[in-house]
């Protein structure tokens, strides 16, 4: 029985104290079961906001800093049979992908770099980065 | 370590060193179907200015009770309260820290601010409250 229309979302917030000098990688994913029909991804999309403040101590100074303005997100479609290598697909996307049969599982990952700076740096940090997928899951004709 | 997340809502997950400080905040939030789930892998250590420091999850709060959360498999309280005595927290900060309770991140020269999510529940709750009223 073919699931119909499916939403799938995930956003991730994160802050850190200013000691920390190593801010984590960003590295999660949403995922729901498909009936194995006929596939067809309307929509992948992300948002990421961002704040940075850095200093150093009188030793050191920043580089110059570049962050992107976006975070990266893919959508995996994953079959019964492990022999047949997932669909993927990137955001971000706002027509509707070709028909996939046959998939099972739907995976939607989102990624952000992790990243650091040596002593005499210290930084406050805060992102949030939002990903979403619209699809539909119909039978074949 | 992975946190696994079944059902939608929105957790806030504080990641605590030994002598209960808050290092890294993260809150996850999840929509789609019923039957949507969500992982997080996240290492249990961070640098810090003083070097490698352990850290211990702490679950905060979950929007939705019907959500289920894991951390590495386990009920979330039962993790950290292990994780605590792993990494070398006090008695106290262990026993806070296994009902969900940490500060938030501390604010030093430089802070990111955020908005008064709280604000949020008590909007949802007051117009939930008019609603009932109107219908009875």
């Known amino acids: 029985m073919a699931k119909g229309s499916i939403m799938l979302q995930i956003a991730v917030e994160q802050v850190l104290s200013p000691a920390v000098t190593h801010a984590p990688e960003i590295w999660t994913v949403a995922l729901d079961s498909l009936d194995g029909d006929r596939t067809t991804v309307r929509e992948i999309a992300t948002e990421k906001n961002h704040q940075f403040y850095g200093w150093t101590d009188a030793e050191h100074e920043f580089g110059e800093l570049h962050f992107s303005a976006s975070g990266l997100t893919d959508l995996w479609l994953a079959f019964p049979d492990l022999r047949r290598p997932p669909a993927i697909l990137h955001a971000p996307s706002h027509v509707s992908s070709p028909p996939i049969d046959g998939a099972r599982l739907v995976l939607l990952r989102v990624r952000d770099f992790g990243f650091g700076f040596g002593p005499g740096a210290k930084f406050v940090l805060g992102r949030r980065v939002g990903s979403h997928a619209y699809l539909d899951e119909v039978l074949p004709s | ?136």
């Open chain 2, 1 to 136: 370590m992975e946190i696994a997340i079944a059902g939608e809502g929105e957790v806030v997950i504080r990641f605590i060193d030994s002598k209960g400080r808050t290092l890294v905040q993260e809150k996850l939030v999840v929509s789609g179907s019923p039957t949507v789930e969500a992982r997080r892998i996240i290492a249990l250590s961070v640098e810090t200015s003083s070097g490698g420091t352990l850290l211990a999850p702490v679950l905060i709060r979950q929007s939705n009770p019907k959500q289920h959360v894991t951390f590495d498999r386990e009920n979330p309280s039962r993790f950290t309260r292990k994780r605590c005595e792993e990494i070398g927290c006090t008695t106290n900060v262990a026993a806070e820290a296994e009902r969900g309770c940490a500060a938030p991140p501390a604010l030093g020269d430089a802070a990111v601010l955020l908005s008064d999510d709280p604000a949020l529940a008590k909007l949802i709750q007051t117009a939930a409250r008019s609603e009932t009223d109107r219908n009875e």
